[in-house]
């Protein structure tokens, strides 16, 4: 995880793929009759070099999801976390979770009622709340974890019992889709949960956080009621593993 210094070209790569992520946002969220201000961009930052995430955060960005725990933690100390929040987006052991409370300010891909208890757990013993988002598969499909789209609901009410956990919304990855009018069709099938856990849940929860959209469907996404979209290689490039 050396640091190292980016070329004039890397640098204007980012700076043009940062203006124009934000500006779709900003088109597509006033379409969907919403403020620019009321979409938020989380950079995810997997595989990416800490050198090219803080000068996206000097750019003005404040939301960076990360996939894995141990990476997370390897890159952290490197980046300038200062006004900084982090999500675990990817799936998460329950063995794993003792580690990142206090280290990150959502987990997003609960997908599970013995993560939860986990994660009630964990944060009880340290005294704080973690916000967290119910996963869901909304494709049911067999290679992708998640909750079932029916039980989604039912466990959302569940985990609001739970102490130490602050149930904010969902996140899902729709199925590869050809066509926009096809992967709208799941994002809109979110929203409508969304919008009756909103109402479902008042009083228990706060819902307040759809997490919808990836590089390559991240307008579709707001166009249909995503809150926060979660976008790497659109703007770091293409990954490295
Ligand atoms: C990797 C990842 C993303 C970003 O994917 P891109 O297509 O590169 O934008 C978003 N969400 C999750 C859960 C991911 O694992």
Redesign the pocket.
């Known amino acids: 995880m050396t640091e190292k210094y980016l070329s004039d070209e890397d640098l204007l790569y980012l700076d043009e793929n940062y203006k124009r992520i934000k500006e779709d946002i900003a088109e597509a969220a006033v379409k969907s009759g919403r403020t620019p201000d009321e979409v938020r961009l ?1 950079a ?1 930052t ?1 595989t990416v070099m800490p050198v090219c995430i803080n000068h996206i955060i000097g750019l003005g960005a404040d939301l960076i ?1 990360e ?1 894995k725990v141990q990476e997370l933690l390897e890159k952290k100390e490197f980046l300038n976390t200062e006004g900084l929040e982090i999500h675990i ?2 799936h998460l052991q329950s063995n794993k979770v003792r580690k990142i409370i206090g280290e990150v300010g959502m987990i ?2 609960v997908d599970s009622l013995s993560l939860a208890e986990e994660i009630s757990k964990r944060a009880v013993g340290n005294g704080s709340n973690m916000k967290i988002l119910l996963e869901v598969n909304i494709g049911s499909e067999e290679s992708k974890t998640g909750l079932s789209y029916e039980e989604a609901m039912e466990r959302a009410f569940e985990f609001s019992e739970l102490p130490g956990l602050d149930v904010r919304g969902f ?1 899902a ?1 729709p199925p590869v889709c050809d066509t926009s009018s096809q992967v709208r069709k799941y994002f809109e099938k979110m929203n409508e949960l969304y919008l009756d856990a909103k109402n479902k849940l008042s009083g228990k929860a706060v819902i307040d956080t759809l ?1 919808l959209g ?3 469907d ?1 307008r579709e996404a707001v166009l249909e009621g995503s809150t926060l979209v ?7 490039g293409k ?1 490295h593993y």
Do not use: D, E, H
């Open positions: 989380m995810v997997k999801g996939n987006i990817g997003q891909s996140m990855i997490s990836m590089s390559s991240y979660r976008v790497g290689s659109a703007l770091f990954r």
